[in-house]
């Protein structure tokens, strides 16, 4: 069993950077792969980068370049660093974790809470 807790959020100016957090219980997180979604207003959940547990990393094509997926396996926690931030980058972010990396809602068998991100111009 693993649980999730996201933190980081808040409200940043357009071009601005925030980092936020996911915190992991249980011992094995280690041997995880993890990811990062994002819920917008009035779309679906969509998926943003992960991060395999040897940290191999993969991004949608919308934040390559500009999101950074980083693991500390000793704290069991994952982040997104996000720099040059954008308005349509607002939404909830979701961290999530399962045994195998994947893109899709359903390839994560555990999820954290999510945390508000809103960029403002």
């Known amino acids: 069993q693993v649980q999730l807790v996201e933190s980081g959020g808040g409200l940043v100016q357009v071009g601005g950077s925030l980092r936020l957090s996911c915190a992991a219980s249980?011992?094995?997180?280690?041997?995880?792969?993890a990811g990062w979604f994002r819920q917008r207003p009035g779309k679906e959940r969509e998926f943003v980068g992960g991060?395999?547990?040897?940290?191999?990393?993969y991004y949608a094509d919308s934040v390559k370049g500009r999101f950074t997926i980083s693991r500390d396996n000793a704290k069991n926690t994952v982040y997104l660093q996000m720099n040059s931030l954008k308005p349509e980058d607002t939404a909830v972010y979701y961290c999530?974790?399962?045994?195998?990396?994947?893109?899709?809602?359903?390839?994560?068998?555990?999820w954290g809470q999510g945390t508000q991100v809103t960029v403002s111009s």
């Open positions: 991060i395999s547990w040897s940290s191999m990393t």
């Open positions: 999530a974790a399962d045994r195998n990396l994947g893109r899709r809602d359903s390839e994560f068998g555990y």
């Open positions: 249980g011992r094995t997180f280690s041997t995880y792969a």
